[in-house]
């Protein structure tokens, strides 16, 4: 069923068994985008022939589509498991605890009261690593003075956002992430605030600030299928 919208309309089919999401708008460059869930987006002009475009990257979409199937497998090797700040914990529901989470650093284990109190444990530990994180760089990056507000959402494709008045949205799946995939997410946000687009100069701005952002941006990948994977990270997103 289309969906128009001022500049666009979004259209819906199955491709092989695959969701397919279809974008229509003014664009130069037609593109098809594979999300880690195996799902598909193709950005197109209004005359133009999806299923077309389909076949013609029939073999690199499936491509895509079964190194994210191989990346599910690892992800799921480890599903026992609780990824935080790219750390790997064992999880423990504590009869003993009234409320509240605690960290055993010696045994790398988490102990939680309830999962009520393990998701507030993870929103309040990743807020103030995202506020700590976020001093530091905007200073280096000189835009200190510039950061608006700053939320965290449960958002189903991005790990981040920055809108025009430069507010901050971040994912809470950015607890999963080691400290260089997280540092480069802050920084990727923060390189918005002086350019609002995907521009050379806004990679010049990250590379500055990031030298091994390519790196990092093709190792996101994973952690965004290990939270759609494991039990724990399910808990935390639903």
Aim: charge should be positive; proline fraction near 3%.
């Amino acid at each position: 069923m289309p969906r128009s919208g001022k500049d666009s309309a979004t259209e819906e089919m199955i491709y092989e068994g695959i969701p397919v999401r279809i974008v229509r708008k003014n664009v130069k460059n037609l593109s098809i985008t594979v999300y880690p869930d195996c799902t598909l987006k193709l950005t197109l002009t209004k005359g133009s022939d999806p299923l077309r475009m389909l076949n013609e990257k029939h073999d690199w979409i499936f491509g895509k589509i079964e190194k994210y199937r191989l990346m599910r497998e690892r992800c799921e090797s480890k599903s026992d498991r609780m990824f935080l700040f790219g750390r790997e914990f064992s999880m423990r529901l504590d009869t003993d605890l009234k409320k509240g989470c605690y960290i055993d650093t010696e045994n790398l284990t988490i102990h939680y009261a309830s999962v009520a109190d393990f998701k507030k444990f993870v929103r309040t530990a990743l807020e103030e690593r995202i506020r700590q994180r976020i001093c530091m760089i905007a200073f280096a990056m000189g835009v200190s003075e510039r950061v608006g507000n700053i939320t965290i959402r449960k958002q189903r494709s991005r790990w981040a956002s920055c809108s025009h008045a430069n507010n901050f949205n971040f994912n809470i799946r950015m607890a999963s992430l080691p400290l260089k995939f997280f540092d480069y997410v802050i920084t990727h946000e923060l390189a918005h605030i002086i350019e609002k687009n995907h521009s050379p100069r806004f990679w010049a701005i990250v590379e500055k600030h990031c030298n091994n952002y390519k790196i990092c941006r093709k190792n996101l990948k994973e952690y965004w299928v290990l939270c759609n994977t494991n039990v724990y990270w399910k808990a935390l997103i639903e």
